[in-house]
């Protein structure tokens, strides 16, 4: 009995020793990189960007993943800062192998980025940097999958300007390449639409707005584009109450998803009601089936509605590429860029569909549309476009 | 637009002058620059939120007790990390950066990347004069935050500790010979510099919520008040935080908005050609 005993312990440890020894084999995967900021000021947009990796992979994967295999995204963090983003996605390429890279949400992180994407002949599906130069430069490898400036202003931001008759509107742009470079479209936009303007420049990390609302005031505005993004948009716009600027003009945040952040209410007050913002997301707005369902998981999967817009795009922008390299029938960086030119997906935003013509900002560019949204009494009421509206601007 | 700009610029230099007033203390006592002040700056800021949201104390007790284990904090990390690199500047300078970083990364795990803000003390704001309406939560801010200063120089000029800390700062071996430990009064020292990080954070993080990042630009702001005002000085960092302050609102004012940091780096480089010493110190010869 004993002898027994001991046979049958040494053969469990036998092959218990086995089991925990024996070589892990990786699973044969198909990665992409995703660029963004994980920390830093905007480190909100990386959490957007992980809950929406976490839904296109399931997706992705349960449709049979990429060429048979399932999918891997490898996250990169940028913090925001043009250096780091060179690097991380230099990283990606050269020690990770992924086959294309996706994401980004700083405009000069992105134009640091597109330059490597360039150089090593990588495809790159930009996503939330909207500067115009990311694909006014019209390099073969960058595509952008998300707002681009001059399409937020003038399909969106200039057309709902002119819609609610504003006479008078006031920019304020941060200094960075997004901030000044959608200010400067948006002058020349109302100047065309005939409405009166001024604007200033703003420090992209300021925290103290009182002289620029004391600048804002004297000019009495109908309308203020605030092109300022993160915790300053909510320092912003708190301000612009205390001081008495709001309700009386009416605030546009142009970027949006700080005006959905979790803490938006606490830092802002009653400051935020009727303030305004730009999104491409709204639960009564849902422009394809596959958005529904995108709701439908992510409520499953985080437990409450989706609110920044941006972890829907990067969710986009994973099922673009997983169709591109699935059509292309290989990794291979021409056959890539090839079948990303000829996209034509639904996704939650519509139909994807890359610009071909060289010469200007459209090329590789597809703009899904977006939506102006006001909050009356903590609810999303769309404004604009008029048949989207679920409501009136209220002042 | 003046009245304003003067207004803004008092409060904001007040702040200033608060968290560059603990970097001056631990800098005069201990030969150390603490790099992670901002983050105490900021660590102070959450206690708040978190002792007046989640635990529903009354908005004054939670920022007591926030600057109460902001200060108990303080002293550990000078216990536990500043301690053992005395005798070498470089160490505490590495290891206060690199704390900098943990505490930067442990706030993104633990309150996440978005803004959080303690309840406002008031609400609403005061018409000044007629001139401009004002945030009444600054206005507070600014009672508040001179309150916390003058206190600082009365503990400084009418106690035993403070004149222990003035003797050490002047003459650390003649203290140490006239039976000043000036081993606890390092740890001391570290703890209420951290403290009156504590203090602006938990006065200014009602008017500007606290992010995990948030703390670089503060401990950046507070080492050019105090190289401004004058390394060692007391009074001189009062100063240099108000002509901060002053400067960067009438800059924004009456120049750009656009350039705001950037006349505070000017008027540093100017006060620096003039009086290398800064504004309140003493020459080396």
């Known amino acids: 009995m004993k002898k027994r005993l001991f046979f049958l312990s040494v053969m469990t440890a036998v092959v218990g ?9 990786a699973v044969d995967t198909v990665k992409i990189g995703v660029v963004g900021p994980r920390t830093g000021d905007a480190a909100a947009t990386g959490k957007a960007f992980e809950e929406g990796i976490q839904l296109a992979t399931a997706y992705v ?26 690097s991380g996605f230099e990283r990606l390429v050269t020690r990770d192998k992924v086959a294309m890279v996706l994401g980004e949400s700083h405009s000069s992180s992105a134009l640091a980025e597109i330059e490597v994407a360039n150089r ?14 990311i694909t006014a430069k019209n390099y073969r490898y960058v595509f952008r999958a998300g707002p681009s400036n001059s399409g937020v202003v003038k399909d969106t931001i200039a ?19 997004w901030g000044l470079g959608i200010a400067e479209i948006s002058e020349a936009a109302l100047k065309a639409a005939g409405v ?15 002289m620029e609302l004391a600048k804002i005031k004297e000019f009495d505005p109908d309308v203020v584009l605030a092109f300022i993004y993160g915790t300053g948009l909510h320092y912003f716009v708190a301000q612009a109450g205390e001081v008495g600027l709001t309700p009386k003009a009416v605030v546009l945040d142009g970027a949006g998803p700080p005006s959905l952040w979790p803490d938006f209410w606490t830092n802002v007050g009653d400051y935020g009601n009727l303030e305004c913002f730009v999104s491409s997301m709204h639960k009564q707005v849902e422009l394809t089936p596959l958005a ?14 989706p609110t920044d817009y941006k972890s829907r795009s990067i969710y986009d922008a994973i099922l673009i590429a997983a169709d591109a390299v699935n059509r292309a029938g290989a990794t291979d960086a021409e056959k890539v860029v090839d079948a990303l030119e000829s996209t034509a997906l639904l996704v939650t935003r519509g139909t994807a569909r890359f610009g071909t013509e060289k010469g200007g900002p459209e090329y590789h560019q597809w703009m899904p549309p977006m939506l102006v949204i006001q909050w009356q009494n903590k609810e999303q009421v769309v404004l604009y476009p008029p ?6 601007l209220k002042r | 637009m003046l009245a304003l700009s003067i207004t803004n610029g008092l409060v904001i230099g007040i702040i200033y002058a608060l968290t560059a007033l603990g970097v001056s203390l631990v800098v005069g006592i201990m030969n150390v620059i603490n790099f992670a002040h901002g983050e105490f700056y900021i660590l102070a800021g959450y206690f708040s939120y978190l002792f007046a949201h989640t635990m529903g104390l009354d908005p004054v007790v939670a920022m007591v007790l926030s600057i109460a284990a902001v200060f108990l904090i303080g002293i550990v990390v000078e216990y536990t990390l500043i301690r053992p690199t005395y005798g070498d500047d470089l160490y505490s300078l590495i290891l206060t950066f690199i704390l900098s970083i943990v505490m930067q990364s442990t706030f993104l795990l633990v309150f996440g990347p978005f803004p959080n803000k303690p ?17 009444n939560q600054r206005l507070a801010a600014l009672i508040a935050g001179a309150a916390v200063i003058a206190l600082f120089f009365a503990m400084l000029k009418l106690t035993w500790f403070g004149r222990m800390i003035r003797a050490t700062s002047q003459d650390r071996e003649m203290a140490e010979l006239n039976g000043i430990n000036t081993r606890r009064l390092n740890m001391l020292s570290f703890g209420m510099g951290c403290a009156l990080a504590a203090a602006a954070g938990v006065i200014l993080s009602p008017v500007f919520p606290v992010t995990p990042s948030a703390g670089v630009p503060v401990a950046l702001t507070a080492f050019v008040c105090v190289v401004l005002g004058g390394m060692g000085s007391m009074w001189g960092c009062v100063a240099g935080g108000l002509v901060l302050g002053l400067v960067e609102n009438l800059g924004a004012a009456f120049v750009s908005t656009g350039y705001k940091h950037v006349f505070m780096y000017l008027i540093l480089i100017l006060v620096l050609l003039i009086r290398p010493s800064g504004l309140f110190g003493r020459s080396e010869t």
């Open chain 1, 17 to 25: 020793m086995a089991l925990v020894c024996a070589p892990v084999y």
């Open chain 1, 61 to 86: 994967n349960a449709k049979g993943g990429i060429l048979g295999k399932p999918l891997e995204i490898v996250f990169e963090d940028t913090a925001g800062a043009p250096d780091k983003a060179a």
């Open chain 1, 120 to 133: 090593l002949k990588v495809p790159f599906v930009v996503v939330e940097a909207w500067a115009d130069p």
């Open chain 1, 159 to 177: 057309k709902w300007v002119v819609h609610e008759g504003f006479k008078k509107a006031y920019i304020v742009a941060e200094n960075t390449d």
């Open chain 1, 196 to 210: 009166s303007y001024a604007s200033l420049v703003t420090e992209r990390k300021s925290q103290d707005h009182y």
């Open chain 1, 292 to 305: 529904t369902q995108y709701r439908e998981a992510y409520v499953k999967a985080f437990g409450q509605a």
């Open chain 1, 387 to 392: 048949e989207g509206a679920t409501g009136k």
């Open chain 2, 119 to 135: 309840p406002n003390w008031v609400k609403g704001a005061t018409n000044v004069f007629g001139l401009f309406l004002y945030g």
